[in-house]
């Protein structure tokens, strides 16, 4: 629950701080404390379990520090091999930053629009443009999450 003089944040996103997670930050831990390496190597030994890999396979968790649109950022630009594409299918203002990132780092796009706040159906017509891929190319799609 959020105090009640606490100010609303309304910004798209779990930006408001409950009571409980404000009491849990108050107290502070370095990143050279014994107590912290260790939360840190088990929360990523919990990525890697959750992923069904292990760091003895070659597998590794990096914990990325920074926004929601920056971790978008640094997998959009770090996973797409040069000859890779996006197909971004947009309804809103996520969609459209993540179209603005990959223009940004010249990564090649085609977006599909969608009427805003409305999750696309199997339904969706993907104009020919779009669709025709040669067998070389590699296509990612980054759409909206489906509706709870």
Known sequence: ????????????GPLTTSST?????????GSRDTEFISV???????LLQLASVSQTDGWEA?????????AIESVLSSITPPDGKWLVIINGAYGERILKILERHNIA????????????TSTLTVPRSKAAVS?????YIARPPRAL
Do not use: H, Y
């Open 21 to 29: 997670v404000k009491a849990a930050m108050s107290r502070d831990l």
């Open 1 to 12: 629950m959020v105090d009640s003089k606490d100010k609303p944040l309304f910004t798209p």
């Open 62 to 70: 990096v914990l990325m520090q920074g926004s929601g649109t920056f």
């Open 109 to 120: 796009a085609e977006a599909i629009r969608c009427p805003k706040m409305n999750c696309p």
């Open 135 to 139: 067998r070389t190319s590699r296509w």
């Open 40 to 46: 840190i190597r088990d929360l990523r030994n919990k």
